[in-house]
């Protein structure tokens, strides 16, 4: 897989110039999909920024995830980070968002979602897609891992976005 800084450096071709927003809503990261994001020069002109919600609290008063939806689902899952990422584009009032919730580890794992486990969610208000990894490799690595996947899943959207609807303001195709 690509680096983060060269993921940045073709999220910033795909948005940048184009009148669309992107906001971030971290729990594991704590904030790093973000950073790797505003690293590339220019980010500011589609980057409207990310909230770190560490804690069901934050989910729950900043970005709208029902309380039901995490003692149902638990808090590392599918359902969750679709409600995050729907949350921060409503808060933020962006276009596209990526949200990541999970088990980084080395603790917090449990035999039903053992450490690795990391859920990210991605897309726009009509189309948020998740996308779970399982692999857990300390960590370090795992929140590495996460942020990469998480940006080339959303470079990943934009192109097929692009694709399906040519006259697509989203068509510089970095």
Known sequence: MKSIESL?????GLL?????TLATAESCTGGGIAAAIVATS?????FKGGIV????????QQLGV????IATYNVVSSEVAREMCLGVMAKLNT???????????PGGGSEEIPVGTIWIGYGSKDDVRTFRLTKDEGRAKNLKNATKQALSLMIDYLRESCEKNLRSEVCSLA
């Open 16 to 20: 940048y110039g184009t009148g669309r």
């Open 8 to 12: 940045s450096q073709e999220l910033h």
């Open 95 to 105: 276009d596209y968002a990526i949200s990541i919730t999970g088990c980084a580890g």
């Open 66 to 69: 029902n309380p039901e939806t």
């Open 53 to 60: 919600s560490y804690c069901n609290e934050v989910k729950e």
């Open 42 to 46: 220019g980010s500011s002109d589609y």
